[in-house]
Antibody, heavy 120, light 113 residues
Framework: VQLQQSGPGLVKPSQTLSLTCAISGDSVSSNSAAWNWVRQSPSRGLEWLGRTYYRSKWYNDYAVSVKGRITINPDTSKNEFSLQLNSVTPEDTAVYYC???????????WGQGTMVTVSS | DIVMTQSPDSLAVSLGERATINCKSSQSVLYSSNNKNYLAWYQQKPGQPPKVLIYWASTRESGVPDRFSGSGSGTDFTLTISSLQAEDVAVYYCQQHYSTPITFGQGTRLEIK
């Protein structure tokens, strides 16, 4: 199983950060996985942002710290999932990771990480 | 939110010696229905994503050397490296996956003395 991230490394303040995580070797629609976004910065450490998962229907959970600004969407046609974070500020500057979690287990597969800088 | 606190923040150990990292959660991460602690340990090297070493507090992920072990239950946990190797230099994180939001400790930097 591999996760391949893509997306821009520079976003202007107040604009939308958009990243995609392409899945190979598993399915975004799997009933035995959840697909997560995590970010890492010196000031905030490792911070879980949210997840999407399918259990007969789609579910999403988001961290309170970004709720209202975040959307995680699955794309079954491309077998990938995406992160959108609106109204970004310099505090959203971080390395962003996608990661898989199987039920009751830890994050076992991670993307390579994308350094996103919020700056004009 | 469950707060995860690691100690120490940094640690220097001689090659071949034991390294011990502690993690405390602000509430229990023991799931009573299956008696499993939803606590994981990760290793992160520069420029790489975290790599899971231990889950359920004491179960080694496939392929992880047996010098890595985890122990503890409830709110207090320990990661032990029995005989430090040069390739173990990294930052180590604990994580609770008992409830959302999933939260991580602040990290412990492990170096060679």
């Amino acid at each position: 199983v591999q996760l391949q991230q893509s997306g821009p490394g520079l976003v202007k303040p107040s604009q939308t950060l958009s990243l995609t995580c392409a899945i190979s070797g598993d399915s975004v629609s799997s009933n035995s996985a959840a697909w997560n976004w995590v970010r890492q910065s010196p000031s905030r450490g490792l911070e879980w942002l949210g997840r999407t998962y399918y259990r007969s229907k789609w579910y999403n959970d988001y961290a309170v710290s970004v709720k209202g600004r975040i959307t995680i969407n699955p794309d079954t046609s491309k077998n990938e999932f995406s992160l959108q974070l609106n109204s970004v500020t310099p505090e959203d500057t971080a390395v962003y990771y996608c990661a898989r979690r199987r039920p009751d287990l830890a994050f076992d597969i991670w993307g390579q990480g994308t350094m996103v800088t919020v700056s004009s | 939110d469950i707060v995860m606190t690691q100690s120490p923040d940094s640690l220097a150990v001689s090659l071949g010696e034991r390294a011990t990292i502690n993690c405390k959660s602000s509430q229990s991460v023991l799931y009573s229905s299956n008696n499993k602690n939803y606590l994981a340990w990760y290793q992160q090297k520069p420029g790489q994503p975290p790599k899971v070493l231990i889950y359920w507090a004491s179960t080694r992920e496939s392929g992880v050397p047996d010098r890595f072990s985890g122990s503890g239950s409830g709110t207090d946990f320990t990661l032990t490296i029995s005989s430090l190797q040069a390739e173990d230099v990294a930052v180590y994180y604990c994580q609770q996956h008992y409830s959302t939001p999933i939260t991580f400790g602040q990290g412990t930097r492990l170096e060679i003395k």
